[in-house]
């Protein structure tokens, strides 16, 4: 009975593993597609208008050109939020943002150093400063994945006793 019952509750927490599994965006073509999601800092009344990614040319970002929107490529705004998605590349890019005051800001140059990038955007008077949040995705996908591999082999394990017993028995 207690086997069984030990049988049930592991089956029930690997199912629950394989369900919780975070689910990413499925493209069909082959090649990175870095996400950007931009979280803003925003003075009480301004809203954002409109953004641009802007991709700078030279080292120290003073020429910059704005992100084609190809695809799934670009920066879609809300009122208080941006999100974007980019083809692979290892220029320095800037935020330009249109906000409810009329006033077009400027970022500071950032990297897109992996595909899932969080950042967080200062609204100042005249600029915006983005800074990239620590990713944690990596090491919660693999703590899960520790868990369900060692869920598997606890079942496996459970299965070959019971099958032992089995034999010893008859």
């Given at each position: 009975m207690f086997r069984k019952n030990l049988f049930h509750l592991i089956a029930i927490i690997l199912f629950l593993c394989l369900i919780f599994l975070p689910n990413g965006r499925a493209a069909a073509d082959i090649g990175p597609k870095p996400t950007l999601d931009f979280q803003f800092t925003l003075p009480e009344g301004l809203t954002i208008v409109d953004g641009e990614l802007l991709v700078c040319q030279d080292e120290a970002c003073t020429a910059t050109e704005p992100l084609l929107e190809v695809g799934p490529q670009g920066l879609t705004c809300q009122p208080y939020s941006c999100e974007g998605m980019i083809y692979g590349?290892?220029?320095?890019m800037r935020l330009q943002v249109t906000f409810s005051?009329?006033?077009t800001r400027l970022s500071n140059p950032f990297e897109v150093?992996?595909?899932q990038n969080v950042y967080t955007v200062e609204v100042r008077e005249t600029d915006l400063v983005v800074e990239r949040q620590a990713n944690a995705t990596p090491l919660i996908l693999l703590l899960l994945?520790?868990?369900?591999?060692?869920?598997v082999l606890l079942v496996g394990v459970l299965l070959v006793g019971r099958r032992l017993a089995k034999r010893k028995n008859a």
């Open positions: 590349t290892n220029h320095p005051d009329g006033v150093p992996s595909n994945a520790v868990l369900c591999i060692g869920m």
